[in-house]
Protein backbone atom coordinates (compact mmCIF):
# COMPACT_ATOMS: atom_id res chain seq x y z
CA UNK A 1 0.00 0.00 0.00
CA UNK A 2 1.46 3.33 -0.67
CA UNK A 3 1.96 5.73 2.10
CA UNK A 4 2.56 9.06 2.56
CA UNK A 5 5.83 10.44 4.31
CA UNK A 6 7.70 13.83 5.45
CA UNK A 7 11.19 13.63 6.09
CA UNK A 8 12.34 16.77 7.99
CA UNK A 9 16.15 17.40 7.41
CA UNK A 10 18.32 19.77 9.62
CA UNK A 11 21.80 18.94 8.43
CA UNK A 12 23.33 17.90 5.19
CA UNK A 13 24.18 14.56 5.83
CA UNK A 14 20.72 14.38 6.88
CA UNK A 15 19.53 15.35 3.24
CA UNK A 16 21.85 12.76 2.23
CA UNK A 17 20.32 9.99 4.22
CA UNK A 18 16.90 11.31 3.16
CA UNK A 19 17.45 10.61 -0.63
CA UNK A 20 19.38 7.41 0.18
CA UNK A 21 15.89 6.31 1.62
CA UNK A 22 13.67 7.58 -1.23
CA UNK A 23 15.48 5.92 -3.38
CA UNK A 24 16.47 2.74 -1.62
CA UNK A 25 13.57 1.72 0.73
CA UNK A 26 10.61 3.94 0.15
CA UNK A 27 10.48 3.65 -4.20
CA UNK A 28 6.57 2.37 -3.49
CA UNK A 29 5.80 5.41 -1.29
CA UNK A 30 4.87 9.37 -2.11
CA UNK A 31 7.81 10.94 -0.10
CA UNK A 32 7.77 14.85 0.72
CA UNK A 33 11.19 16.63 2.42
CA UNK A 34 10.47 19.65 4.78
CA UNK A 35 14.34 21.33 4.95
CA UNK A 36 14.63 23.82 8.10
CA UNK A 37 17.21 27.00 7.72
CA UNK A 38 19.64 25.08 10.09
CA UNK A 39 20.61 23.98 6.69
CA UNK A 40 22.73 26.50 4.52
CA UNK A 41 20.65 28.19 1.91
CA UNK A 42 17.56 26.07 2.45
CA UNK A 43 15.69 28.24 -0.23
CA UNK A 44 17.98 27.18 -2.90
CA UNK A 45 18.56 23.73 -1.59
CA UNK A 46 14.93 22.84 -1.85
CA UNK A 47 14.83 24.14 -5.61
CA UNK A 48 17.69 22.06 -6.63
CA UNK A 49 15.81 19.14 -5.05
CA UNK A 50 12.84 19.63 -6.71
CA UNK A 51 14.67 19.96 -10.06
CA UNK A 52 16.35 16.29 -9.43
CA UNK A 53 13.01 14.53 -8.90
CA UNK A 54 13.77 13.27 -5.59
CA UNK A 55 10.92 14.11 -3.84
CA UNK A 56 7.92 15.20 -4.16
CA UNK A 57 6.89 18.64 -2.50
CA UNK A 58 10.27 20.04 -0.75
CA UNK A 59 8.89 22.53 2.17
CA UNK A 60 11.17 25.05 4.07
CA UNK A 61 10.77 26.28 7.45
CA UNK A 62 12.48 28.66 9.62
CA UNK A 63 12.50 27.33 12.77
CA UNK A 64 16.51 28.16 13.78
CA UNK A 65 15.30 30.17 16.18
CA UNK A 66 13.16 27.93 18.03
CA UNK A 67 14.39 24.42 18.08
CA UNK A 68 16.21 24.47 20.97
CA UNK A 69 14.82 27.11 23.43
CA UNK A 70 17.87 28.03 25.83
CA UNK A 71 16.17 30.85 27.26
CA UNK A 72 13.22 30.98 29.67
CA UNK A 73 11.64 33.30 26.72
CA UNK A 74 12.31 30.94 23.96
CA UNK A 75 10.36 27.91 26.10
CA UNK A 76 7.17 29.89 26.50
CA UNK A 77 7.40 30.29 23.25
CA UNK A 78 8.00 26.72 22.51
CA UNK A 79 4.61 26.19 24.51
CA UNK A 80 2.51 28.83 23.13
CA UNK A 81 3.43 27.70 19.69
CA UNK A 82 2.91 23.78 20.94
CA UNK A 83 -0.11 24.84 21.70
CA UNK A 84 -0.84 27.02 18.50
CA UNK A 85 1.33 25.25 16.01
CA UNK A 86 -0.93 25.93 12.98
CA UNK A 87 -0.22 29.85 13.34
CA UNK A 88 3.11 29.08 14.03
CA UNK A 89 3.46 27.07 10.20
CA UNK A 90 1.75 29.90 8.69
CA UNK A 91 4.11 32.33 9.65
CA UNK A 92 7.25 29.93 9.20
CA UNK A 93 7.08 27.48 6.36
CA UNK A 94 4.99 27.39 3.38
CA UNK A 95 3.62 23.53 4.54
CA UNK A 96 0.41 23.13 3.28
CA UNK A 97 -0.98 21.13 5.80
CA UNK A 98 -1.48 17.87 4.15
CA UNK A 99 -2.37 14.17 6.21
CA UNK A 100 1.06 12.04 6.13
CA UNK A 101 0.79 8.07 7.28
CA UNK A 102 4.62 8.60 8.07
CA UNK A 103 6.76 11.26 10.07
CA UNK A 104 10.42 10.97 9.84
CA UNK A 105 13.02 12.97 11.58
CA UNK A 106 16.61 12.91 13.45
CA UNK A 107 16.17 15.90 15.97
CA UNK A 108 13.98 15.35 18.97
CA UNK A 109 13.59 19.66 19.01
CA UNK A 110 10.79 21.94 19.61
CA UNK A 111 10.09 22.20 16.03
CA UNK A 112 9.54 18.58 15.98
CA UNK A 113 7.03 18.90 18.27
CA UNK A 114 5.31 21.54 16.81
CA UNK A 115 5.05 20.56 13.50
CA UNK A 116 3.74 16.72 15.15
CA UNK A 117 1.20 19.03 16.75
CA UNK A 118 -0.45 20.18 13.46
CA UNK A 119 0.12 16.91 11.99
CA UNK A 120 -1.79 14.80 14.85
CA UNK A 121 -4.56 17.14 13.97
CA UNK A 122 -4.73 15.50 10.09
CA UNK A 123 -3.65 11.84 11.61
CA UNK A 124 -3.85 10.90 15.29
CA UNK A 125 -2.19 7.79 14.19
CA UNK A 126 0.63 8.95 12.04
CA UNK A 127 3.93 6.54 12.17
CA UNK A 128 6.49 8.51 14.41
CA UNK A 129 10.37 7.20 13.07
CA UNK A 130 13.67 8.29 13.02
CA UNK A 131 16.82 7.81 11.41
CA UNK A 132 20.37 9.00 12.14
CA UNK A 133 22.93 10.98 11.29
CA UNK A 134 26.14 10.50 12.26
CA UNK A 135 27.77 8.87 15.88
CA UNK A 136 25.66 10.56 18.25
CA UNK A 137 22.48 8.17 18.47
CA UNK A 138 24.94 5.11 18.37
CA UNK A 139 25.67 7.04 21.95
CA UNK A 140 22.43 7.22 23.20
CA UNK A 141 19.07 7.55 22.27
CA UNK A 142 18.83 11.12 23.25
CA UNK A 143 21.65 13.21 23.66
CA UNK A 144 19.33 16.88 24.14
CA UNK A 145 16.62 15.65 27.12
CA UNK A 146 16.34 18.57 28.97
CA UNK A 147 14.50 20.04 25.55
CA UNK A 148 12.67 16.66 24.86
CA UNK A 149 11.67 16.86 28.12
CA UNK A 150 10.38 20.26 27.78
CA UNK A 151 8.51 19.48 24.81
CA UNK A 152 7.02 16.13 26.04
CA UNK A 153 5.48 18.08 29.18
CA UNK A 154 3.71 20.34 27.08
CA UNK A 155 2.35 17.85 25.50
CA UNK A 156 1.10 15.66 28.06
CA UNK A 157 -0.51 19.25 29.11
CA UNK A 158 -2.10 19.78 25.67
CA UNK A 159 -3.51 15.93 26.15
CA UNK A 160 -1.10 15.10 23.11
CA UNK A 161 0.18 11.61 22.47
CA UNK A 162 3.91 11.47 23.18
CA UNK A 163 6.40 11.41 20.53
CA UNK A 164 9.72 9.63 22.49
CA UNK A 165 7.50 7.34 23.84
CA UNK A 166 5.72 6.26 20.34
CA UNK A 167 8.69 6.00 17.86
CA UNK A 168 8.01 2.76 16.08
CA UNK A 169 10.71 2.01 14.28
CA UNK A 170 14.56 3.47 13.34
CA UNK A 171 16.68 3.46 10.41
CA UNK A 172 20.53 2.91 10.89
CA UNK A 173 23.48 2.52 8.57
CA UNK A 174 25.08 -0.09 11.04
CA UNK A 175 22.89 -1.27 13.87
CA UNK A 176 25.93 -3.50 15.34
CA UNK A 177 27.95 -0.75 17.02
CA UNK A 178 24.80 0.68 19.28
CA UNK A 179 26.33 1.11 22.89
CA UNK A 180 23.17 0.55 24.46
CA UNK A 181 19.72 -1.55 23.98
CA UNK A 182 17.64 0.41 21.92
CA UNK A 183 13.94 -0.20 22.44
CA UNK A 184 12.84 0.32 18.95
CA UNK A 185 12.73 -2.36 16.27
CA UNK A 186 15.28 -1.25 14.20
CA UNK A 187 15.48 -0.99 10.34
CA UNK A 188 19.07 -1.31 8.08
CA UNK A 189 19.86 1.75 5.63
CA UNK A 190 21.61 0.15 2.46
CA UNK A 191 25.10 1.72 2.93
CA UNK A 192 26.18 4.25 0.29
CA UNK A 193 28.24 3.81 -2.61
CA UNK A 194 30.20 5.37 -5.15
CA UNK A 195 29.37 3.33 -8.15
CA UNK A 196 25.75 4.09 -7.63
CA UNK A 197 25.27 6.57 -10.49
CA UNK A 198 21.56 7.78 -9.78
CA UNK A 199 22.17 8.38 -5.97
CA UNK A 200 25.21 10.34 -6.66
CA UNK A 201 23.82 12.67 -9.72
CA UNK A 202 21.10 13.55 -7.26
CA UNK A 203 23.68 14.55 -4.45
CA UNK A 204 25.76 16.37 -6.23
CA UNK A 205 22.98 18.56 -8.18
CA UNK A 206 21.63 19.27 -4.71
CA UNK A 207 24.70 20.16 -2.82
CA UNK A 208 26.22 22.41 -6.84
CA UNK A 209 29.20 19.90 -6.34
CA UNK A 210 32.28 21.15 -7.75
CA UNK A 211 35.67 19.75 -7.67
CA UNK A 212 37.33 22.46 -5.88
CA UNK A 213 34.94 21.53 -3.10
CA UNK A 214 37.00 18.29 -2.38
CA UNK A 215 40.81 19.02 -3.92
CA UNK A 216 42.29 18.58 -0.74
CA UNK A 217 45.55 16.20 -0.10
CA UNK A 218 48.08 15.33 2.53
CA UNK A 219 47.19 15.95 6.09
CA UNK A 220 43.99 16.94 7.08
CA UNK A 221 42.70 18.57 10.25
CA UNK A 222 39.03 18.58 11.16
CA UNK A 223 37.99 21.22 12.74
CA UNK A 224 35.15 20.63 15.23
CA UNK A 225 32.06 22.97 16.63
CA UNK A 226 33.91 23.76 19.71
CA UNK A 227 34.77 27.90 18.89
CA UNK A 228 31.15 27.88 17.66
CA UNK A 229 29.29 26.67 20.53
CA UNK A 230 31.94 28.78 23.02
CA UNK A 231 33.51 25.55 24.32
CA UNK A 232 37.42 26.19 26.31
CA UNK A 233 39.09 23.30 23.92
CA UNK A 234 42.75 24.06 23.18
CA UNK A 235 42.18 22.96 19.60
CA UNK A 236 43.36 25.76 17.85
CA UNK A 237 46.78 25.29 19.49
CA UNK A 238 47.34 21.81 19.04
CA UNK A 239 46.27 21.93 15.31
CA UNK A 240 48.88 25.06 14.88
CA UNK A 241 51.52 22.53 16.77
CA UNK A 242 50.91 19.66 14.06
CA UNK A 243 51.04 22.22 11.53
CA UNK A 244 54.03 23.03 12.60
CA UNK A 245 55.39 18.83 12.85
CA UNK A 246 54.24 19.02 9.42
CA UNK A 247 54.83 21.77 7.50
CA UNK A 248 52.27 24.29 6.50
CA UNK A 249 52.46 22.97 2.42
CA UNK A 250 51.60 19.40 3.91
CA UNK A 251 48.08 20.60 5.81
CA UNK A 252 44.73 21.33 4.87
CA UNK A 253 42.54 22.55 7.68
CA UNK A 254 38.59 21.53 7.05
CA UNK A 255 36.44 24.16 9.02
CA UNK A 256 33.22 23.04 10.57
CA UNK A 257 30.62 24.41 9.23
CA UNK A 258 29.19 26.36 11.94
CA UNK A 259 32.25 27.72 12.58
CA UNK A 260 31.99 31.36 11.11
CA UNK A 261 35.47 32.40 11.44
CA UNK A 262 38.70 31.11 9.96
CA UNK A 263 40.99 30.79 12.76
CA UNK A 264 43.99 29.15 10.76
CA UNK A 265 43.87 31.96 8.14
CA UNK A 266 47.46 33.04 9.73
CA UNK A 267 49.07 29.52 9.80
CA UNK A 268 50.11 29.25 6.22
CA UNK A 269 47.95 26.20 5.78
CA UNK A 270 45.17 25.36 3.10
CA UNK A 271 42.00 25.93 4.12
CA UNK A 272 39.24 23.76 3.37
CA UNK A 273 36.27 26.22 3.80
CA UNK A 274 32.22 25.43 4.20
CA UNK A 275 30.90 25.13 0.88
CA UNK A 276 27.49 23.76 1.81
CA UNK A 277 28.85 20.43 0.76
CA UNK A 278 28.85 17.80 3.44
CA UNK A 279 32.18 15.74 4.26
CA UNK A 280 30.46 12.45 3.17
CA UNK A 281 29.57 13.76 -0.27
CA UNK A 282 33.29 15.08 -0.67
CA UNK A 283 34.61 11.77 -0.07
CA UNK A 284 31.95 9.87 -2.43
CA UNK A 285 33.68 12.43 -4.96
CA UNK A 286 37.42 12.22 -3.80
CA UNK A 287 39.66 9.88 -3.56
CA UNK A 288 41.31 10.28 -0.09
CA UNK A 289 43.63 7.07 0.12
CA UNK A 290 46.98 8.77 0.11
CA UNK A 291 45.65 11.47 2.77
CA UNK A 292 45.71 11.25 6.66
CA UNK A 293 42.92 12.77 8.17
CA UNK A 294 43.20 14.06 12.12
CA UNK A 295 41.42 14.93 14.24
CA UNK A 296 39.84 15.35 18.13
CA UNK A 297 36.77 13.02 18.20
CA UNK A 298 34.75 14.21 14.89
CA UNK A 299 33.13 10.98 13.43
CA UNK A 300 33.21 12.38 9.95
CA UNK A 301 36.85 10.91 9.71
CA UNK A 302 35.54 7.75 9.28
CA UNK A 303 32.75 8.71 7.02
CA UNK A 304 34.33 7.16 4.22
CA UNK A 305 34.20 3.79 6.69
CA UNK A 306 31.10 3.91 7.73
CA UNK A 307 29.11 4.51 4.49
CA UNK A 308 31.41 3.53 1.49
CA UNK A 309 33.88 0.71 3.28
CA UNK A 310 36.93 2.24 2.40
CA UNK A 311 39.10 3.08 5.56
CA UNK A 312 41.44 6.50 5.42
CA UNK A 313 44.55 6.11 7.15
CA UNK A 314 43.13 8.52 10.85
CA UNK A 315 44.44 10.04 14.09
CA UNK A 316 42.36 10.61 16.50
CA UNK A 317 43.74 13.76 19.22
CA UNK A 318 41.61 13.42 22.46
CA UNK A 319 43.98 12.10 24.09
CA UNK A 320 46.63 14.86 23.50
CA UNK A 321 44.26 17.94 23.63
CA UNK A 322 44.71 20.56 26.62
CA UNK A 323 42.08 22.57 28.02
CA UNK A 324 37.79 21.81 28.54
CA UNK A 325 37.68 18.86 26.61
CA UNK A 326 35.43 16.00 27.85
CA UNK A 327 34.46 13.01 25.17
CA UNK A 328 31.18 11.92 24.66
CA UNK A 329 30.38 8.96 26.93
CA UNK A 330 30.46 5.69 25.50
CA UNK A 331 31.96 7.38 22.42
CA UNK A 332 35.58 4.72 23.36
CA UNK A 333 33.12 1.88 23.13
CA UNK A 334 31.42 3.07 20.01
CA UNK A 335 35.12 3.30 18.53
CA UNK A 336 36.06 0.03 20.30
CA UNK A 337 32.81 -1.79 18.09
CA UNK A 338 34.29 -0.30 14.67
CA UNK A 339 37.71 -1.46 15.70
CA UNK A 340 36.33 -5.33 15.91
CA UNK A 341 34.45 -5.16 13.06
CA UNK A 342 37.91 -3.63 11.00
CA UNK A 343 40.97 -5.00 12.55
CA UNK A 344 43.08 -3.71 9.64
CA UNK A 345 41.43 -0.33 9.55
CA UNK A 346 44.43 2.19 9.89
CA UNK A 347 43.18 4.24 13.26
CA UNK A 348 45.32 5.90 15.39
CA UNK A 349 44.99 7.40 19.24
CA UNK A 350 48.38 8.41 20.71
CA UNK A 351 48.56 8.79 24.34
CA UNK A 352 51.39 11.80 23.52
CA UNK A 353 52.21 14.57 21.80
CA UNK A 354 55.40 12.92 20.79
CA UNK A 355 53.66 9.82 19.45
CA UNK A 356 52.32 12.11 17.69
CA UNK A 357 54.90 13.35 15.91
CA UNK A 358 55.93 9.78 15.28
CA UNK A 359 53.11 9.00 13.49
CA UNK A 360 53.11 12.38 11.09
CA UNK A 361 56.68 11.65 10.04
CA UNK A 362 55.86 7.65 9.52
CA UNK A 363 52.91 9.23 7.06
CA UNK A 364 55.76 12.01 5.58
CA UNK A 365 58.44 9.44 5.10
CA UNK A 366 55.91 6.68 3.42
CA UNK A 367 54.37 9.20 1.04
Given at each position: ???????????????????????????????????????????????????????????????????????????????????????YL????????????????????????????????K?????????????????????R???????????????????????????????????????????????????????????????????????A??????????????????????????????????????????????????????????S???????Q???D?????????????????????????????????????F????????????????????????????????Q?????????
Amino acid sequence: MKRKILIIVNTCFQLMTAVQLIQKKFTEDETDLMLTDHLPDCEHMAERITESGVAGHVYTARCRDISIPRTGAGRRRAVFYTAFAGAYLRKNTDFKGDKYDVLMFHNLDSFLYILCAEMYRKNRDILLRRYEEGFSIYLTFNDRPKTEKICERIFRMLGRRSIIKNIDRVYLYHPEYLTYEMEQPIERIPLLSKKDRKYREAVNHIFHYQEKHTAATGIILFEECFFADGTPVEDQELFEQIIEYAGKGNVTVKLHPRNRVNRFARSGASVFEASGLPWEAAQMNHDYRDSLFMTVSSGSVLASLLYFDECIPTVFLYKVIGGGFRLKENYEAYLQKIFEKHPDARIFIPDTREELKQIIKEYADGR
